[in-house]
């Protein structure tokens, strides 16, 4: 339950923070965030910034990939945030190399597990010196496999691909969790491409049936994390260019997966994280959260805090929100790695500070 104060408890960061290093993370999230912050991601800094993107060279030099006319990119193309033109799948997106099958395709190490390892030992550093809270954990977010695969290959190749990329990604898992202390660490997956494809409005194409075949990736994916560490889910509508693919209508797309999700995953669901638009603090757009089935023990993250109205925008759209769910940790819609320039981070980390009770 919310304490008396009627202030939420709790600050979540989705990922990235756009400041230069992840020391300078560290160290400005956990000065004005303190005991507020359960977990600190690392800013995602350099490649990273850019979510999946970050991936596309690793996809690129796969010799068993190619693309059409050599000039590979984003594997959808947006022409409409609001739906009323769905987007197409770009035709520079990679596909199968000519007499390659799905045997041919493997990848090497991803990256991930690397940086996550040696941002740990910055982030140790930084709790020795009092910069982080104690018992504040190290948060590594990931892509998902098919968050990965959708976007940058072509349909016809997606079955090929996928499988031996989720292997290199849980290899990827694997050697996070062997190197950095379990009571230490959390791990969040980003549910992007999946979220939008289960809203239906935006993504062409697709899984016959997005919650299932979403559920059960996850499920899969999630299944080799230890227990010791903490599991997280960040439900997105993208934030290409700092906005939306489309905006959510309301809760209950992402309410609907939640509950798909938390069923399907066998091991505990630490956090959900959830978007809120600056301008819905409506009843209408909240009152779907009636029907959340989490887990016992899941909290609820409400990425309702947006710099343009400040703490006085981000107290409606916790008002409103309480009156159906008494207890959740307050978020940005996504990361904090696009949208602001680095000299607006600390103003907006002081507008979480402002609307949190330790």
């Known amino acids: 339950m919310a304490r008396e104060s009627g202030m939420p408890r709790h600050v979540h960061l989705n990922g990235s923070v756009n400041l230069d290093t992840v020391e300078e993370v560290f160290n400005?999230?956990?000065?004005?965030?303190?005991?507020?912050?359960?977990?600190?991601?690392?800013?995602?800094?350099?490649?990273?910034?850019?979510?999946?993107?970050?991936?596309?060279?690793?996809?690129?030099?796969?010799?068993?990939?190619?693309?059409?006319?050599?000039?590979?990119?984003?594997?959808?193309?947006?022409?409409?945030?609001?739906g009323a033109e769905r987007p197409r799948v770009n035709p520079n997106a990679l596909e199968l190399r000519p007499g390659m099958t799905a045997e041919d395709?493997?990848?090497?190490?991803?990256?991930?597990?690397?940086?996550?390892?040696?941002?740990?030992?910055?982030?140790?550093?930084?709790?020795?010196?009092?910069?982080?809270?104690?018992?504040?954990?190290f948060q590594v977010c990931l892509p998902t496999p098919a968050g990965v695969v959708m976007p940058f290959i072509q349909p016809s190749a997606h079955a090929a691909v996928e499988p031996a990329y989720e292997k290199?990604?849980?290899?990827?898992?694997?050697?996070?969790?062997?190197?950095?202390?379990?009571?230490d660490l959390a791990i969040q997956w980003d549910v992007c491409i999946e979220m939008v494809m289960f809203d239906g409005r935006f993504y062409p194409g697709g899984w016959p049936d997005p919650g299932k075949g979403t559920a059960e990736r996850l499920a899969r994916i999630s299944k080799p994390i230890p227990r010791g560490?903490?599991?997280?889910?960040?439900?997105?509508?993208?934030?290409?260019?700092?906005?939306?693919?489309?905006?959510?209508?309301?809760?209950?797309?992402?309410?609907?997966?939640?509950?798909?999700?938390?069923?399907?995953?066998?091991?505990?669901?630490?956090?959900?994280?959830?978007?809120?638009?600056r301008e819905r603090s409506d009843d209408a757009f909240f009152r779907p959260l009636d029907n959340l089935k989490m887990q016992k023990g899941t909290e609820l993250v409400l990425g309702l805090v947006h710099s343009e109205d400040g703490v006085e925008g981000t107290q409606k759209r916790i008002a409103t929100a309480q009156k159906y769910a008494k207890d959740f940790a307050i978020a940005t819609e996504c990361g904090i790695g696009r949208k602001w320039k680095p000299k607006e981070v600390a103003p907006l980390l002081r507008v979480h500070a402002a609307v949190t009770a330790v």
């Open 28 to 82: 400005t999230c956990g000065s004005i965030l303190g005991k507020r912050l359960k977990r600190i991601p690392d800013g995602e800094p350099g490649g990273r910034r850019m979510w999946i993107s970050y991936q596309m060279p690793v996809l690129r030099v796969n010799l068993a990939l190619t693309t059409p006319n050599g000039n590979p990119g984003m594997g959808l193309q947006p022409t409409n945030r609001e």
């Open 229 to 277: 560490v903490e599991l997280g889910i960040h439900l997105c509508y993208g934030d290409l260019d700092g906005a939306h693919f489309i905006q959510p209508q309301d809760l209950g797309k992402a309410v609907d997966l939640a509950n798909i999700i938390c069923k399907a995953v066998k091991r505990p669901v630490n956090w959900v994280s959830m978007p809120v638009p």
């Open 105 to 137: 395709v493997s990848f090497p190490e991803l990256g991930y597990a690397l940086e996550a390892i040696a941002s740990y030992q910055a982030f140790k550093k930084a709790r020795a010196k009092g910069k982080i809270a104690k018992g504040t954990r």
């Open 168 to 183: 290199a990604m849980l290899r990827e898992v694997k050697k996070i969790c062997a190197e950095i202390p379990h009571k």
